[in-house]
């Protein structure tokens, strides 16, 4: 499976559901998001059917290349991939399921509806629409596909959704060394995304910016911060039960008290 990127200026650019924010039961912070897992229309998600004879003695390519990427809806012998005709507008289709890499392994992105060497339900997809080289992340459309402890994600200007798992952020493990422990839409899970999206503590964040905070970094609310110029901006993270004092002069760590957050962690601003 492979994501291909083909510059059409004739095409328009699907809408992107709107970023969304929440808000900290007693922080009041705003949680940065990524945009939302897209929709893909109902017609898009065809179950492929085999026909004629494969030309290497193989399997039939399908007649409809075009496929569901969670029920992987192509004939045997075949994947469902994602491919972007435009930034932030993915598609998905039957390709040979023939794989080589492995899952949150690192691959080459292939242009054309070619095989990227990627396990079955995953695609190679690069952290901005420019790089050569991904990693194999498994793919989800509408909150689907993902196991428990996952969060079904979007790549910032690529559109593709992928199954983010789940970290702890004062202690982050990720399965490549190139994804990051962030905040997610509930939570924090290992995210791929370009430096070029991330802000460091102090900078803007959320919806208003459409920028992410890098690990280590929550989004606050800017009236709980010392110097922030925006809406909300970037803070950092602390163990409220440590020895230690994690914090900046004049700020305290204080418990992040908001659904789909772990215990024991908290974050550096102004007490109440």
Known sequence: MGVRFCHRSHRSLRSRRSRRSRVA???????????????????????????????????????????????????????CSAFVEVEGDVRYECVDELAWNSTYGLCDVVSGASNDGCPKGSACLPSSFLDSQ???????????????????????????????????????????????????PVGFACRFESSVN?????????????????????????????????????????????????????LECVPLDAPGYPPGIGACHIPF
Do not use: W
């Open 25 to 79: 039961l007693s922080l009041l912070c705003l949680v940065a998001t990524s945009p939302a897992c897209e929709r893909v229309p109902d017609s898009d998600l065809l179950t492929s059917s085999g026909g004629g004879d494969g030309a290497d003695g193989g399997a039939p390519p399908p007649s409809s290349k075009l496929c569901d990427p969670v029920q992987q809806s192509c004939p045997d012998g075949f994947k």
């Open 134 to 184: 991904g990693l194999c992340l498994p793919l989800c459309v509408h909150d689907e596909g993902c196991s428990a402890d996952a969060r079904c994600l979007s790549t910032v200007g690529i559109g593709a959704s992928y199954c983010a798992p789940s970290c702890a952020p004062l202690t982050p493990e990720c399965p490549a060394p190139t994804m990051r422990c962030m905040e997610s």
């Open 198 to 250: 991330l802000h460091d503590a102090g900078q803007g964040c959320g919806a208003f910016t459409q920028k992410l905070c890098d690990e280590g970094l929550v989004c606050l609310y800017a009236g709980l911060l010392l110097d922030c110029a925006e809406t909300s901006c970037c803070a950092p993270l602390c163990d409220p039960e440590g020895t230690t004092d994690d914090c900046a002069a004049n």
